[in-house]
């Protein structure tokens, strides 16, 4: 199984950025799709997650209503629209998935850095 995240980058405040997280060696309809980021000096923090059967939605409190998780089938690809940014949203973001029937993420790709300037 693997999981790679792509997408992050240096953007300026109120702007937009999508991640993106392709997924391989998954029974997809067993699992669900998180994002998760960490910034400098704090704990990792939940941003959304999606089960790809019935694309089912979280979002963290932080995020609700400028964040959008979505899956695309097609491409077995997770995405995070990440729309009015804020400089308190600059953190690596990394992408993650759980068998549905699990509590803990089980397997995590790699992070990928957004900065937000003011």
Not at 19 to 30: E, I, N, P, Q, W
Not at 52 to 80: H, Q
Request: charged share 20%; proline share 2%; hydrophobic share 35%.
């Amino acid at each position: 199984v693997q999981l790679q995240a792509s997408g992050g980058g240096l953007v300026q405040a109120g702007r937009s950025l999508r991640l993106s997280c392709a997924a391989s060696g998954f029974a997809f309809d067993d699992y669900a799709f998180g994002w998760f980021r960490q910034a400098p000096g704090k704990e990792r923090e939940f941003v959304a997650s999606i089960r790809w059967s019935g694309g089912i939605t979280y979002y963290g409190d932080s995020v609700k209503g400028r964040f959008t998780i979505s899956g695309d089938n097609a491409k077995n690809t997770v995405y995070l629209q990440m729309n009015s940014l804020k400089p308190e949203d600059t953190a690596v973001y990394y992408c993650a998935a759980k068998r549905v029937t699990v509590g803990k993420y089980e397997y995590w790709g790699q992070g990928t850095l957004v900065t937000v300037s003011s």
